[in-house]
């Protein structure tokens, strides 16, 4: 048994030795196999053959014959030196087709490849070019596609460093079906500005360059736009919409982005929205409403019989739109004054269903003044706020709060010191002493007995940070920490019986259905957020200076007050009623949250732009959304 190993062994090496001598081994190999298999099965069928030769020396030819005919050797039978020549023509035109057909398959392979790849010039004419691949692009992608909805032929082009196919099937898989919206993709750095005319950007509508996973990778995104600049050749660049994480790129993307261009600063619009949310509850809920094409958005629109009347009036000319501002030389007014005149150059900005729901309808009828609560200022308090972790936008968030901070208000920061040092933390208030108090504990904030001394009833708010990733990290591992800190704080709440006013920064949005915390609650997906927001402004460029105010502290934003504060509790009225209450106060209503719909889903009680039509019983737990000055 072992001898008969050893040989096979042997034998085994031996085959693999003449294997590794490469091509004509391989060639010799397969000859010897072919010899093995057709010689004898033409000597089988030749001796079996009632109609073959008698003699053996007849039989011998005609095996000759049919394994020449098999193998393509010619198959001459005669002198040697004639069936020599004839296997040598057989093997030179063997040579020739083979070479030719390998040619032929080696050409079609690399074309098919190529066109896989995606290098043909894309032929579309007013669609949307998406640079780069980040957390953003399903967000973008999805967004123009539901604003395509309504249009027989429209078209988006994705341009990244990524294969092909790797990136429609992720598109595909997340974004779903595009309907009459033809997604095109194709590969390549963005920067190249030869791979990125392949996407036709002249003919675009619009031009989005998508912001980075990797804040340090700002950088790509000024040399993307410079390669768009040099893509079109002098020629007229089409709207284009970037965004950066650090402000320091932001000017030289500006530069890069040209006139048409308009560059967004996400980190720190993430923190507005994470401030604002913080001082009311919900407004997350009503941003992401407004923000995407599946519901009521901002559209411009006007009509001549406006003209010469006043702003305040035309809050209440629209059933199923909300009047919110006005777009005049180019520049929007947000909530400008009621008695401001519309001039016949002006445009409303409303906020209505598509661009042809907004028509006009005196709703002034529908007031019922006996309903309306006399309005009652509220005055600024002190502020407690407790933010658990800390990451680059932690400064930008203290910034926003303290700019507003009342004398007495206090921020209490508890992170891990390998984030952050005291240092650190109280530098990042000093421009606000003395009115605002920097307060900092080092600590595990997923650890229940960081979180148990704190006195967490006290504060008004708790904001949940997620850490910087970290280079090698799996992407998922900051919104784990941040899942384990939520359930934490859940357990202080069961503790405690009160729930806690709790705003939360994830990474990826299927994470949001993981959190232990109330559905109504406020979650920041930073990449949704800026997905949405460039998708707007890639349809309507004036958007930008609107959205740029809301997220603002000194312009106007979006308050939620009290339903109270309005009209009567437990008194039946329109919603024209509660527009009405609140023009005298410099405030534009566009919409409710009802409180006994808080926590079901998916509007968590959050009403946009309703019919002003609409009647109910409001309750003193209702809220209004109220676009206003704080």
Not at 84 to 90: D, E, F, N, Q
Not at 449 to 466: A, H, M, N, Q
Request: hydrophobic letters at 40%; proline letters at 6%; a negative charge.
């Amino acid at each position: 048994m072992g001898r008969g190993t050893s040989l096979k062994g042997r034998a085994r090496y031996w085959f693999d030795t003449t294997l590794a001598r490469g091509t004509p081994a391989l060639v010799g190999w397969l000859a010897v196999g072919c010899l093995v298999v057709v010689f004898p099965v033409s000597a089988v069928l030749v001796w079996t053959d009632p109609h073959a030769p008698a003699s053996r020396s007849g039989r011998l030819a005609a095996v000759w014959r049919l394994s020449g005919e098999t193998l393509r050797l010619g198959g001459a039978t005669g002198p040697l030196l004639r069936v020599l020549l004839s296997v040598l023509l057989a093997l030179v035109a063997l040579v020739y087709v083979s070479t030719l057909v390998g040619l032929i398959t080696t050409g079609l392979t690399e074309r098919l490849t190529a066109l896989r790849r995606g290098h043909s010039t894309v032929i579309e004419q007013g669609h949307s070019v998406v640079l780069g691949w980040s957390e953003q692009v399903f967000t973008v992608v999805s967004e123009l596609v539901a604003a395509n909805a309504n249009q027989r032929h429209g078209a988006v082009a994705v341009l990244a460093d990524r294969d092909k196919t790797t990136m429609e099937e992720a598109l595909g898989r997340k974004v779903g079906t595009t309907g009459r919206t033809r997604l095109v993709c194709r590969s390549g750095p963005p920067t190249d500005p030869d791979l990125l005319a392949l996407t036709n950007p002249g003919a675009a509508s619009a031009v989005l360059v998508l912001p980075h996973d990797d804040p340090s990778a700002d950088p790509e995104v000024v040399k993307t736009l410079l390669a768009l600049r040099s893509a079109l050749d002098g020629k007229e660049s089409p709207p284009v919409v970037a965004a950066v994480r650090d402000d320091r790129y932001r000017l030289a993307a500006s530069l890069a982005a040209g006139t048409n261009g308009i560059v967004l600063e996400s980190d720190a619009i993430t923190a507005r929205l994470i401030v604002q949310s913080a001082r009311r509850p919900g407004l997350s809920l009503v941003y992401r409403d407004l923000l995407d094409f599946a519901g009521d958005e901002f559209y411009l629109t006007f009509d001549p019989a406006l003209t010469g009347r006043s702003f305040g009036d035309t809050l209440l000319a629209y059933a199923t739109s909300s009047v919110v501002g006005l777009l005049r030389d180019g520049r929007p007014l947000l909530n400008p004054p009621p008695q401001t005149l519309l001039g016949p150059g002006d445009r409303l900005i409303v906020i209505t269903r598509d661009d042809d729901t907004a028509r006009l309808s005196d709703c002034s009828g529908l007031v019922d003044e006996s309903v309306m609560t006399p309005w009652q200022p509220a005055n600024a308090r002190p502020e407690r706020v407790l933010i658990l972790g800390w990451n680059r936008r932690a400064s930008l968030i203290v910034d926003q709060f303290g700019r507003c901070a009342v004398h007495g208000s206090v921020i209490a920061v508890v992170a891990d010191p390998k984030e952050v040092t005291a240092e650190q933390v109280r530098d990042a208030g000093t421009d606000f002493a003395p009115r605002l108090t920097m307060t900092f504990r080092p600590g595990d904030v997923t650890r229940p007995e960081t979180l148990r001394c704190l006195e967490i009833d006290s504060y008004d708010s708790v904001v949940v940070l997620s850490p910087d990733p970290v280079p090698g990290e799996q992407p998922d591992e900051a919104d784990n920490r941040t899942l384990v800190t939520l359930l934490v704080l859940h357990m202080l709440e069961q503790e405690s019986g009160r729930e806690l006013p709790v705003v939360t920064e994830m990474t990826d949005d299927r994470n949001r259905t993981l959190a232990p915390i109330s559905p109504g609650a406020d979650v920041i997906i930073s990449g949704k957020l800026i997905g949405l927001l460039m998708a707007q402004i890639s349809q309507n460029r004036h958007l930008a200076a609107v959205f740029e105010e809301l997220f603002s502290l000194t312009g106007s934003q979006i308050h939620l007050r009290p339903a109270a504060s309005y009209v009567l509790p437990g008194c039946e009225a329109s919603f024209a009623t509660v527009v009405a209450a609140a023009q005298p106060r410099g405030e534009c209503a566009i919409g409710y949250r009802r409180h006994d719909r808080a926590t079901a889903v998916p509007d968590h009680g959050v009403r946009i732009n309703p019919d002003k039509n609409e009647r109910r019983r409001w309750t003193d737990r209702d809220e209004v959304v109220v676009i206003t000055q704080d």
